[in-house]
């Protein structure tokens, strides 16, 4: 008989207002959540902000949750419109971006290895910004969080092919944006 997983009794656990399962999967999720947030936002306070707003919602929406094996893509579709409520609660203030370095890296020889790609992250950041949130949104789901576009369609509630296609586009503005800055 196969056993259900870890996350999976954890959130079992949290729908029935579990507070200490709830808190083990905020842990293990917080992280992952924080790096989308600022994939998309470019803002480490208004990222934390998401991320926190990403985690209060979870918790009031849980018991609603209906498939526990589609946590993940709950999760992520959450963290997506947590973003998209914190830049329309920031209006048009100017984003600032970080170093691509600090997105991901906890160790010097990943740190090492992004400060010598640094000319590259000086020319990627102003190419970013110039993105739209969906377009950050789909390349950090699929780029950063290693989504597959099954999922990422699943998080954005379209078909596939929508994603794709999506997916698709938002690599063509982001190196028609990468050739404007060079």
């Not at 950041?125 to 110039?130: F, T």
């Not at 596939?160 to 050739?179: D, E, H």
């Amino acid at each position: 008989m196969d056993q259900a997983p870890a996350w999976r009794s954890l959130v079992d656990l949290a729908c029935s207002g579990d507070a200490a399962a709830f808190e083990s999967l905020v842990r293990s999720r917080m992280d992952s959540m924080y790096r989308l947030s600022l994939a998309i936002l470019g803002d480490e306070a208004d990222a934390a902000d998401a991320a926190q707003q990403t985690f209060v919602a979870v918790w009031r929406e849980l018991p609603h949750l209906r498939d526990l094996d589609r946590f993940d893509a709950w999760l992520g579709r959450i963290a997506v419109n947590s973003c998209r409520m914190a830049l329309r609660a920031r209006g048009r203030r100017r984003i600032r971006e970080l170093p691509m370095a600090e997105l991901g890296a906890t160790d010097e020889a990943t740190l090492a290895g992004a400060a010598a790609a640094r000319p590259d992250a000086e020319i990627l950041r102003p190419a970013i910004r110039r993105l739209s949130l969906d377009q950050r949104a789909i390349l950090a789901l699929h780029h950063l969080e290693g989504r597959p576009v099954s999922e990422i369609a699943e998080t954005l509630r379209v078909p596939v092919g929508t994603a794709k296609s999506r997916l698709f586009n938002a690599r063509a503005a982001l190196a028609r944006a990468l050739r404007q800055e060079e």
